[in-house]
């Protein structure tokens, strides 16, 4: 796959460059001590002194943040928001052996260490932070949002349940059986891994794409295999993870205490999306389960005719008006 042309005029993203914001690279370490990398979006109407709104943002699940986390973390940062887009552990420009593991528990903790980053920053103001996570980095940010109580915005954008998908097939649909098969097969290929001494890779997006393929896989395609979104260092672009990064969300369930979130949630899907499932169901638990108490300030917008890639980077689609509403009315 060739590099898109974006990367000839030395700006490394798939989206254009806004010649309203100012971006840095930054690193930090999370609790783990593994440093991680960002991109700190800026707006230039910015005036020292000024402590602004800040939004951490990661995903989509396999990507890096100069695709759809950095356009994110670009158009809120012209809104006025500063911004932090950034590589989970073990991915894109962030630290971290073996590469390309994926893990709820480290994950999790990359958002927080993102919220302690910007915390220090002295263009933030550290009570008004807000955090948007897409694909499977919707899961997450759900799941930091239930422990992390400097968090006081929370939006999952396109949501996948990684713990859900991993344990019980798409739509639910994987047998007991099945299941476990998938755990003796990714224990066997734990054993392969250790002789050879190197991990495995799953492989990213399907390549070349099969006639037969699900839309939701051809959308996938369109996205991360062409120029529209493809990047060297993103893992569904290329080789993926390793093969057994799945068993920790097999087992480890994400989700469990997000009727304890007290913060405001805003849940983005898109109508046509294959995973829709995944936020009408968070949703539903949030605000309708046995112990739901903290009722008022959780939203879900399900946007007409969108699918899940169209909210990775259609602007045409992606309700920014609505999100900048969002964190303005929650973080104040």
Sequence with gaps: MAASKKDSKGWDKVFPKSEKVDVKKVSFKNRFGIELVGDLYTPKTYKKGDK?????VSGPFGAVKEQSSGLYAQIMAERGFITLAFDPSYTGESKGEPRYVASPDINTEDFQAAVDFLSVQDN????????????GWGGLALNVASIDTRI?????????NM????????????????????KQELNAQRIKDFKSGKYELAGGVVDP????APQFVKDYYAYYKTPRGYHKRSLNSNTGW??????????TPELTFTKEIRS????????????????????IDMVQGEGSKYKDNKEIMIIPGASHVDLYDNVDVIPFDKIEQFFKTYLK
């Design 52 to 56: 602004l709104a800040a939004i951490a």
């Design 124 to 135: 933030v103001d550290p009570e008004k932070i807000g955090i948007i996570g897409i694909c």
């Design 152 to 160: 006081k915005a929370t939006v999952a954008s396109t949501m996948y």
């Design 163 to 182: 713990s859900r998908v991993n344990h019980k097939g798409y739509f639910d649909q994987m047998t007991e059986d099945e299941l476990y098969a998938l």
């Design 209 to 212: 794409l099969p006639a037969d």
């Design 242 to 251: 390793n093969k057994t990064s799945a068993l920790s969300f097999i087992n």
């Design 264 to 283: 405001a949630v805003l849940m983005i899907h898109g109508e046509k999306a294959h995973s829709c499932y995944f936020s009408k169901d968070a949703y």
